[in-house]
């Protein structure tokens, strides 16, 4: 577990953890649960359109990853944001499927897209992940008091001049970012788990939002680090025990604030 070959594993996963807590908090906090859904489907079309062509693909699953948030936060504009949301998962995964077709990848190739291979992930893509993932950080701290107002109080923020719609398609892509990271990792059917379950865990069990994005990173952490050992201990992907644990972690959580709520402390 703890062998050479495991490094890149551990690096990587915690990388994409601390980020998937941090944009995950948001993602829960503005209810954009079904973006976190659709943009990793536009990365797997992105990476799938990278095999094709034969470049390395982080750079497919990050420009259309940022292309589906684009898409996203613009027709937004114009429509109801979950029929702008839900077009753009349609297109993307037409898309998908057209690649796939097209290239005709080998099964694992598709399995490691889909759920996840966080085992092989090679020395060259750590690089990327970690300047990735910290110009994803400093663009989230650098607008992280608009995007908490703009989240909290969306008519308030409008009254008070803040640019809303600049704000959430900034947002958009910085999901996109994190989205990037994260598919090679859990896999594209399930990167959304990692970025509800824990953050919506943590902020369920804390009410100050500066607590409950440390709580959402922390939890993520532990999910992605257990994750990584049950992969390797049981060789099944990693994206099933996310997926798994976040849903443990949601539901215990659940269970602690009904506790709280029927015995508040005295």
Known sequence: MFASFMTNAWISG?????????????????GASFAAHAIPNGAFAGAAGA??????PLVGLVSFAVLAALGIGVSSRRTRNDVA?????????????????VNLLYEPTI???????ILGVSSSQILPVIVLGVVSVIVLAWF???????????????????ATTTVDVAFLVVVALATALTVPVVGALLTFSLM????????????????????????????????????????????FFVGALGAVLYLGARVVARRRATHPAT
């Not at 399995?111 to 291979?117: D, Q, R, T, Y």
């Not at 804390?206 to 959402?216: L, M, N, Q, T």
């Open 14 to 30: 915690t990388i994409v953890a601390l980020l998937a807590g941090a944009v995950g908090f948001f993602v829960v906090l503005r």
């Open 85 to 101: 949301t839900a077009l753009s998962l349609v297109a993307m995964l037409a898309l998908g499927a057209a690649f796939l077709a």
């Open 144 to 162: 992280y008091r608009p995007l908490l107002f703009t989240s909290v109080a969306p008519e308030l923020a409008r009254a008070r001049g803040i």
């Open 111 to 117: 399995n490691a897209l889909l759920f996840g291979e």
């Open 196 to 239: 509800i379950g824990p953050p919506a865990a943590a902020r369920i069990l804390v009410s100050r939002p500066g607590w409950a994005v440390a709580g959402s990173i922390g939890l993520s952490v532990v999910t992605v680090w257990a994750s990584i050992a049950a992969s390797y201990l049981f060789n099944l992907p990693i994206g």
């Open 51 to 56: 095999y094709l062509v034969g470049i390395s």
